[in-house]
């Protein structure tokens, strides 16, 4: 489960003009029994680190659209991850719900208003519409396991596969073709045609699955926005001697009043 919020803070010395993208993960025993309440163990640190690494590094967010005054006010994005069943490959799975997450928030506009023009107004869902972040591209991450030293590969392995496995390769790709990150783990080693091999591979599994979720986040939108519609009955006048007029609509379209 992913879900994105945002706050106003001030922006990093050295970056006065950009806002901020963190990764959060939440790893707790009702997942596995395995993971331990409290402080994030060692899979969770590298799972966060692996998303991060796709997306904050590969520049999928703009984050210069997230400031709002420069020097003083950005948008500070925060990505929270909760595990709620191990059923293996959880970078996969977490990766594709932070893509989601980010692509179905909303942030609240914001102005400047003043004498200065240094006051900031935060406007609320009933006065503008929220703003969806600026997202260039969509980095998904496909990892293999690997068990021998014969090479054998496996594609988004299970929770056995992982209880056997000797080694492991995450390739973050968009559709593009580009590379976001890569990384290894395990004590085997892969020889340099395997690893090409797997990034071909990767690279189709990305096109597929970034096609999968603009699907799913299109009619996510188009659910919501069905709910925003607000629906009038029929306006009903009542007279001063207590008589109903009721305003309809005749057949060719002009207006009539009933009393």
Known sequence: ????????????????????????TEF????????????????AVELGRIIDRGLRESRAIDTESLCILSGKLVWSIRVDLHILDNGGNLVDAANIAALAALLTFRRPECTLSGDDGQEVIVHSAEEREPLPLIVHHLPVAVTFAFFSNDNVVVIDPTHKEEAVMKGRLTATLNTN??????????????????????LRIASVKAA????????????????????????????????????????????DGAQKIEL
């Open 1 to 24: 489960m992913g879900f994105v919020t945002g706050q106003l803070v001030p922006p990093y010395r050295d970056r006065p003009n950009e806002g901020s993208l963190a990764i959060y």
């Open 208 to 251: 597929d699955m970034t096609s999968k979720i603009k699907d799913a986040v299109e009619s996510y939108n188009t659910v919501r926005a069905f709910r925003k519609v607000k629906r009038h009955s029929a306006p009903i006048a009542v007279s001063v001697d207590g008589s109903v007029a009721i305003k309809k609509q005749s057949q």
């Open 28 to 43: 707790s025993p009702m997942a596995d029994p395995s993971f331990e309440a409290g402080r994030p163990g060692e899979n």
């Open 177 to 198: 073709g580009d590379v976001c990150a890569i990384q290894k783990g395990g004590g085997i080693g892969v020889l340099q045609s395997v690893v090409l091999q797997c």
